[in-house]
């Protein structure tokens, strides 16, 4: 093997080249669960949605059974992705293009003008063709929609349900979306950055007290939690003591109640291989990470906040602004500075993830770059993330 | 088609009556004493049943009756067994059968059951009525402590409060695995209970179309890969079947067992004294067909060991290959349409159709 030049663990090219690019779309963003969104977003039998999953486009319908249906999202006939349900309670599953159409369960119900263009279905019983729907998988996970390509897929819970027991407490359901526009998420942005990168950046404890030393210092970063569980990352830390304390009156949401007192605290666990989430006193957000080229990550934030009336929401907003809390934590720019410009006067902790994230990636290109050492325990995790993402990818046929 | 893999033989063994359980005034459950060397024998899953033959009024009769106990579980077998009006063998087990009985025993089979794995992350519908609840709760009691993360939604109809079989157990389990097992009731004519401290919450009516349909909208599935199991009287079976069809439910995730009598074909013109050529146990043999008897029965009276037990079209273990000729089914609850496609039949409820019939068993 010649001598490349290394992150920790993969090469830098890993996060620069459009080959390496391809190659984890094909055997980690094609060969995992895949974030496909809430469950509410398919509500009603009948509703569906499709949703990119790696190079897969995969179609979730809900049947009159309550039960989700996933195929790939590909016309039989000319591999279209068109489909869509319809008829009366959407009993079918139909392409607009020469209208081929499909029951709930992929088969192929309907070809037109079948035995005069294609002798070859003359007779036969079209869902015997070899033509129905590829199907694929659809899972729920803490009131998430998760899509994996395969058919029969590995159960959701076999890969998630290690992690599971050191998730937030929360239980997601109860919760309702917040979103300052309609039907959009509560943030998206993108990043100029390699996917890895901005998930290295949420996954490393080591930069908590310094890049944000004057955003997320409301937390007790000396005394998280973290480790692994197969695949995937947990992350736990206490509010500081003093926000601890005045925590009915500081929270700047209503608290979210089904966590318990004694277990307040910022979850923030990494779900392999691109989905973390935020999950603390008063918010509960998935963090999609969604490559869109080896220099360019989409990250989309989905938020969640206690199901309270606009009043208690008020209410609790200004007995937050009254707590001397808040003139102690949050808020501070790490540096003085115009906060408009200049990330690192933001006092915006996003700000200052994406701010990092890019400056990294640029240096990428420099014949000078190296990483120069990795802190123990504060960054291992990022040793770890890249561990994982080659053992995965080696598992499932990549040559690296 | 699988099927009669250990019963091929018939073979029966007296296993000891450790247990008899009133559940209700109508039913009581029983349970076995296995003895060790039998554990392989009577290795079960979830879901199947027993066949036990007696001897009442001179004559050999045979019932199959349901396991309630899981096999999961350290717990004995234990079959439930309600009163059939005018039943023969079930009234005569729950007036008679008492401890330290012993009973001819046939070892487990039946193609109803839930084969449980722990790694299944699953949502399992269970309908039941009436008696119907005894291999449900066996299949709930097993899925529960097998598959971790799976769920349990059991939709139970019965006549009214006091002739709820386990329901007691029932609430332990609920009391056990509260955030998997869903357990509504439903029935049809309760007793109103001004006076009863404890509050016993149901829904009033039978399972039927319109109520089936109330369930799966009120507890939609959580884990996508669903399952339907559905346990009672013809009718319920039907109406819960239907419910689900109707609302897109595929065929290959629907199982059934049906429990008392379905309907029986009437009026079929059969041929009389039709040749019956009949190959089991590796031999071949010929006889006739006697006026309105089964090919079961023909091969019973012949002096052969056909392999058989429920005798009431539901079981399956008669199953044979129809090579020649054509027969017709007094009823048929236990063969699926492609089996029927490939030549199957039930022989215990096999009348011919044609002067000569052939089966294979």
């Given at each position: 093997m010649e001598n490349k030049k290394m992150m920790h663990t993969l090469p830098v090219e890993a996060y620069t080249s459009q080959k390496w690019f391809d190659m984890e779309m094909k055997y980690l963003f094609s060969t995992t669960w895949q974030f496909a969104g809430f469950v509410e977003d398919v509500p009603n039998p009948g509703d569906y949605i499709s949703v990119q999953a790696g190079l897969n486009n995969i179609f979730i319908l809900k049947g009159r059974d309550?039960?989700?249906?996933?195929?790939?999202?590909?016309?039989?006939?000319?591999?279209?992705?068109?489909?869509?349900?319809?008829?009366?309670?959407?009993?079918?599953?139909?392409?607009?293009?020469?209208?081929?159409?499909?029951?709930?369960?992929?088969?192929l119900m309907s070809v037109p003008k079948?035995?005069?263009?294609?002798?070859?279905?003359?007779?036969?019983?079209?869902?015997?063709?070899?033509?129905?729907?590829?199907?694929?998988?659809?899972?729920?996970?803490?009131?998430?929609?998760?899509?994996?390509?395969?058919?029969?897929?590995?159960?959701?819970?076999?890969?998630?349900?290690?992690?599971?027991?050191y998730l937030g407490p929360h239980i997601v359901e109860d919760l309702v979306e917040y979103s300052e526009k309609e039907e959009e998420a509560f943030y998206t942005k993108e990043i100029k950055a390699n996917w890895k990168i901005v998930v290295e950046n949420y996954i490393d404890h080591y930069h908590l007290s310094h890049l944000h030393e004057g955003t997320l210092d409301m937390y007790d970063h000396s005394k998280a939690e973290f480790g692994w569980k197969g695949p995937h990352y947990w992350f736990y830390?206490?509010?500081?003591?003093?926000?601890?304390?005045?925590?009915?009156?500081?929270?700047?949401?209503?608290?979210?109640?089904?966590?318990?007192?004694?277990?307040?605290?910022?979850?923030?666990?990494?779900?392999?291989?691109?989905?973390?989430?935020?999950?603390?006193?008063?918010?509960?957000?998935?963090?999609?990470?969604?490559?869109?080229?080896?220099?360019?990550?989409?990250?989309?934030?989905?938020?969640?906040?206690?199901?309270a009336s606009s009043w208690e929401y008020t209410k609790q907003m200004t007995k937050s602004s009254l707590s001397s809390v808040w003139q102690k934590y949050g808020n501070k720019g790490k540096y003085e500075g115009?906060?408009?410009?200049?990330?690192?006067?933001?006092?915006?902790?996003?700000?200052?993830?994406?701010?990092?994230?890019?400056?990294?990636?640029?240096?990428?290109?420099?014949?000078?770059?190296?990483?120069?050492?990795?802190?123990?325990?504060?960054?291992?995790?990022?040793?770890?993330?890249?561990?994982?993402?080659?053992?995965?990818?080696?598992?499932?046929?990549?040559?690296? | 088609m699988e099927q009669k893999s250990k019963t091929m033989n018939n073979k029966s063994f007296p296993l000891k009556v450790i247990d008899v359980k009133h559940e209700t005034k109508d039913a009581v459950s029983i349970s076995f004493d296995l003895p060790y060397e039998l554990y392989e024998t009577f290795d079960y899953k979830a879901g199947q049943h027993l066949t036990l033959i007696f001897n009442i009024n001179d004559k050999e009769v045979r019932r199959s009756y349901s396991l309630c106990s899981s096999p999961v579980l350290e717990e004995n077998i234990r079959i439930?067994?309600?009163?059939?009006?005018?039943?023969?063998?079930?009234?005569?087990?729950?007036?008679?059968?008492?401890?330290?009985?012993?009973?001819?025993?046939?070892?487990?089979e039946g193609r109803f059951y839930a084969d449980s794995k722990k790694e299944f992350y699953k949502t399992y519908y269970l309908f039941s009525a009436g008696s119907g609840i005894t291999p449900i709760f066996s299949i709930a009691k097993t899925v529960l402590n097998t598959e971790e993360r799976s769920f349990v939604y059991l939709f139970f109809g019965n006549r009214d409060q006091e002739s709820i079989i386990f329901k007691k157990e029932l609430d332990e389990l609920k009391e056990q695995f509260p955030e998997r097992f869903i357990l509504v009731h439903t029935l049809s004519k309760p007793k109103t209970s001004w006076f009863s401290k404890n509050e016993f919450e149901f829904r009033k009516g039978r399972v039927d179309e319109e109520s089936v349909n109330w369930f799966i909208n009120e507890y939609p599935p959580y884990a996508q890969n669903t399952e339907y199991y559905i346990c009672g009287p013809g009718k319920m079976i039907e109406d819960t079947e239907e419910a689900l069809h109707k609302i897109d439910v595929p065929q290959?995730?629907?199982?059934?067992?049906?429990?008392?009598?379905?309907?029986?074909?009437?009026g079929i013109e059969s041929v009389d004294n039709a040749v019956l050529i009949a190959t089991l146990n590796?031999?071949?043999?010929?006889?006739?067909?006697?006026?309105?008897?089964?090919?079961?029965?023909?091969?019973?009276?012949?002096?052969?060991?056909?392999?058989?037990?429920?005798?009431?079209?539901?079981?399956?273990?008669?199953?044979?290959?129809?090579?020649?000729?054509?027969?017709?089914?007094?009823?048929?609850?236990?063969?699926?349409?492609?089996?029927?496609?490939?030549?199957?039949?039930?022989?215990?409820?096999?009348?011919?159709?044609?002067?000569?019939?052939?089966?294979?068993?």
């Open positions: 309550n039960r989700l249906r996933a195929f790939h999202n590909i016309c039989r006939h000319r591999g279209t992705q068109l489909l869509r349900a319809v008829g009366k309670a959407q009993k079918a599953i139909t392409c607009p293009y020469h209208d081929w159409t499909y029951d709930l369960e992929g088969k079948k035995d005069e263009e294609f002798p070859e279905l003359k007779g036969k019983e079209l869902h015997k063709c070899n033509l129905n729907l590829h199907e694929a998988s659809v899972d729920i996970f803490k009131g998430m929609l998760f899509v994996h390509p395969e058919k029969n897929a590995p159960s959701i819970m076999e890969f998630f349900g290690e992690v599971e027991p830390e206490p509010l500081m003591p003093d926000y601890l304390a005045d925590v009915d009156n500081a929270v700047p949401y209503p608290l979210i109640k089904s966590v318990p007192r004694e277990q307040i605290g910022a979850y923030v666990p990494w779900l392999f291989p691109n989905i973390g989430l935020g999950e603390n006193e008063s918010a509960w957000s998935t963090f999609h990470t969604i490559p869109l080229a080896p220099d360019r990550t989409l990250v989309v934030i989905r938020s969640k906040m206690e199901n115009d906060a408009k410009t200049d990330p690192m006067a933001s006092g915006d902790f996003m700000e200052e993830d994406i701010y990092a994230c890019e400056q990294q990636q640029k240096s990428l290109y420099s014949p000078m770059f190296s990483v120069g050492a990795q802190a123990k325990r504060g960054e291992y995790a990022i040793w770890r993330f890249q561990e994982e993402v080659k053992k995965w990818m080696q598992n499932h046929g990549a040559k690296i | 439930g067994v309600k009163r059939v009006k005018n039943g023969l063998v079930s009234n005569y087990i729950n007036d008679k059968i008492k401890i330290g009985d012993t009973i001819e025993i046939m070892p487990p290959n995730r629907i199982f059934k067992e049906y429990f008392g009598s379905g309907k029986e074909k009437k590796g031999d071949t043999v010929e006889t006739t067909i006697p006026k309105g008897k089964t090919i079961l029965r023909t091969l019973i009276d012949f002096g052969e060991n056909p392999p058989y037990s429920c005798e009431g079209g539901v079981c399956s273990t008669c199953a044979c290959k129809l090579v020649k000729g054509k027969v017709a089914m007094k009823k048929n609850l236990g063969l699926s349409d492609e089996d029927v496609e490939k030549g199957y039949i039930l022989s215990c409820q096999s009348l011919p159709l044609t002067d000569e019939v052939e089966v294979e068993y």
